[in-house]
Structures are given as structure tokens and as C-alpha cells.
T-cell receptor
Framework: EAGVAQSPRYKIIEKRQSVAFWCNPI?????LYWYQQILGQGPKLLIQ????????DSQLPKDRFSAERLKGVDSTLKIQPAKLEDSAVYLC????????????FGSGTRLTVV | KNEVEQSPQNLTAQEGEFITINCSYS?????LHWLQQHPGGGIVSLFM???GKKKHGRLIATINIQEKHSSLHITASHPRDSAVYIC??????????FGTGTRLTVIP
């Protein structure tokens, strides 16, 4: 089966600019996650979708970050405006339902804010 | 305090050595994952286990539910095993908590 697709792989922007990341999960995976991984740390959950509804966005900085999964398939994560501390790898993952049957991760988008 | 603690944080080994990475957790879990992350950022799932032991090639993962502890072993280590290894646990509420990872470098 095809894996979780993410794009772009790399992005460099100036602070205060906006950026968007795209994720296409494995077909049939109802649950989609966005994680932020800062260098030297484990991934931190930003938002979890179940189909097109938000399950958990408690750690999403909502003043600058937004995410949507309108049709319950692919998803977009946006940062506007970006700050230097947003430099990280943004990982998308999907699972059949809730993760107890395994997660599949995308290859990530490495964002550098200068 | 993190829900998942890994040790060591960094590990350097000579090619051929037997390697052990440890993971301890403080929450009730339904499953535990061992993940491998290469420098490009992509994450590969190595194992998902909820009890006992699993083996795949030179990799072995064990879990002790009573002690809330898991280990990942690599036998006959090779430079291509160099990566960050991450332990992650799934709680009953389907939350996923990650350890901070162990950076493994295998020297030829």
C-alpha cells in the first residue's frame, strides 16, 4: 500500500511569513495526526482528526496555527505568521482507528524559519 | 516529568556490538511502539507490542507490562543501524506519548 505522503519535504521562510504543509494519509485510515518535532526532542502532537472532525487540538497554538481535513482524507497544516521557534520537522501520521493497530508516519516536512 | 523516558540519550557502538535501548513509561498503555528515525526526518515503525517479545531480523523488542518497561535490542550492529530510535506508547484513551529518542551511532 502507498505510504503517508507529505509535501513539501523542505521549506525555508522568513519570520512573519506564512507556510502550508500537506498530508495525504493511507487510504482508509480514519485518524490523522500532525506532530511537531523540534531538534533533540520527541514529536509533540499538534492536532488529531477522526475523519473530518477534530479529536484533540489542545497543544495547537491556535493564534498562529490552523489545520483542516475538510473531506476526511487529506489535510493541510498552516502557520501564519511564522516565528523562529517554529523551526522543526512537521510529521503527519495516520492510523486505522486511534492507533492501537499501528501508526504510519510520513517522511516529514523540515521547516526552517530565518 | 515525561510520560515516556528513554535511556541512553546517545549511544556510540563499534560495529558488531550488541546494543540495548531502554524505555520506561508511567501511564497505562494499550500498546508500545519502537520507531526508527533517519536524519531526513522520516519515521519507520519497527515494532508494535503489547506483551512479550517480538523479533525481526537483528532487532528484538521486549516489554514487561508489570514493570512498565520495554527494551529494544540490536544484535551484530552495523553502521546502517545508525539512527534515532524512539519509544512511543498508546494509552487506553488513544493518546500517543513519545520518548525523546536515543541517537545511535555505529562506527565501522
Amino acid at each position: 500500500e502507498a505510504g503517508v505522503a507529505q509535501s513539501p519535504r523542505y521549506k525555508i521562510i522568513e519570520k512573519r511569513q506564512s507556510v502550508a504543509f500537506w498530508c495525504n494519509p493511507i487510504s482508509g485510515h480514519a485518524t490523522l495526526y500532525w506532530y511537531q518535532q523540534i531538534l533533540g526532542q520527541g514529536p509533540k502532537l499538534l492536532i488529531q482528526f477522526q475523519n473530518n472532525g477534530v479529536v484533540d487540538d489542545s497543544q495547537l497554538p491556535k493564534d498562529r496555527f490552523s489545520a483542516e481535513r475538510l473531506k476526511g482524507v487529506d489535510s493541510t497544516l498552516k502557520i501564519q505568521p511564522a516565528k523562529l521557534e517554529d523551526s522543526a520537522v512537521y510529521l503527519c501520521a495516520s492510523s486505522v482507528t486511534g492507533g492501537s493497530y499501528g501508526y504510519t508516519f510520513g517522511s516529514g516536512t523540515r521547516l526552517t524559519v530565518v | 516529568k515525561n510520560e515516556v523516558e528513554q535511556s541512553p540519550q546517545n549511544l556510540t557502538a563499534q560495529e558488531g556490538e550488541f546494543i540495548t535501548i531502554n524505555c520506561s513509561y508511567s501511564v497505562g498503555i494499550s500498546a508500545l511502539h519502537w520507531l526508527q528515525q533517519h536524519p531526513g526526518g522520516g519515521i519507520v515503525s519497527l515494532f508494535m507490542l503489547s506483551s512479550g517479545k517480538k523479533k525481526h531480523g537483528r532487532l528484538i523488542a521486549t516489554i514487561n507490562i508489570q514493570e512498565k518497561h520495554s527494551s529494544l535490542h540490536i544484535t551484530a550492529s552495523h553502521p546502517r543501524d545508525s539512527a534515532v530510535y524512539i519509544c512511543a506508547v498508546v494509552t487506553g484513551a488513544n493518546n500517543l506519548f513519545f520518548g525523546t529518542g536515543t541517537r545511535l551511532t555505529v562506527i565501522p
